[in-house]
């Protein structure tokens, strides 16, 4: 329709668990905006997806709903108009919305910083990406790696597809799959992946990096932009994210944010190199 992944409701709610009165609630108050279709049939864009796995999130950690829509309205209207409240580390800490940058914790609506003594029951248990490396490639990974390597390209994505619907969170299925992809300049292909891995480890520095470098190979520089300074935020000493989010800044003129990532790039790559 407009080259973007569109979700209907139905996928919304069997791939997030999130009920419609969250869904209803965040479209009331404009958080979500989706389009119609074919019959008037309800379509979220990937940007409304994270938001709502977000809301869904926060509402699994005990946060009531008119509590996570007055931290949301109060996050709108008080963040820079250039970022997108999917580009912010939202979470909940204790019974509090909490917004997560490199100070730590700070309440969304008052913005006093928050000591987390005890992490949000969701994240007890939580898979990391070192613990599902660490459950070995599937053999759909295998096989797809070796018919990569031999040249079939076909069988390889096919392989490397079946090993994502085997188990979503392995990372490296999805990696190898996108930058595949952006090799053979298939961009949106390799954008769709990318988006579909981050809906399953939202928390992966990496998947942010390579969206972003698919979106800029793609001429969505904006978006790029979200996309790396999401991955800096995640971690920040991603040397690779600060020099490209300097290099598009300074290619938009936003020389006073260039000059800051540029400087963490060279402090960054000297403590490497030392």
């Known amino acids: 329709m407009t080259g973007q992944d569109l979700y209907r409701i139905r996928d919304v709610q069997r791939m997030l668990g999130v009920s419609r009165t969250v869904i209803s609630r965040l479209v009331a108050g404009r958080f979500v905006q989706p389009l119609r279709g074919r019959g008037g049939e309800t379509l979220f864009s990937f940007r409304d997806v994270v938001l709502l796995r977000t809301a869904h999130s926060l509402r699994k950690a005990g946060i009531p709903p008119r509590k996570i829509l007055r931290a949301l309205e109060t996050l709108r209207a008080n963040w820079s108009q250039d970022k997108d409240l999917t580009a912010i580390g939202i979470t909940a800490v204790g019974t509090d919305v909490a917004v997560r940058d490199d100070a730590g914790h700070w309440e969304a609506e008052s913005g006093q910083l928050l000591f987390d003594f005890d992490p949000p029951p969701e994240s007890k248990g939580s898979l990391n990406v070192s613990n599902i490396q660490s459950w070995g490639a599937p053999d759909e990974f295998a096989e797809a790696a070796a018919k990569e390597a031999e ?56 998947l942010h990096f390579n969206l972003g470098v698919a979106l800029e190979d793609s001429g969505r520089l904006e978006q790029a932009l979200i996309a790396y300074h999401r991955c800096i935020e995640l971690q920040h000493d991603f040397a690779d994210a600060h020099f490209n989010a300097a290099r598009l800044h300074e290619g938009l003129g936003q020389m006073t944010r260039a000059i800051r990532h540029y400087s963490e790039y060279r402090t960054l790559s000297s403590a490497v190199e030392s």
Do not use: F, Q
């Open 151 to 206: 040249g079939d390209l076909d069988a390889a994505e096919a392989g490397y597809r079946r090993a994502i619907e085997s188990d979503r969170l392995y990372l490296n299925a999805y990696l190898d799959l996108g930058c595949m992809l952006c090799v053979n300049t298939r961009y949106e292909d390799a954008i769709a992946v990318w988006h579909k891995a981050l809906l399953a480890l939202p928390e992966e520095p990496l």
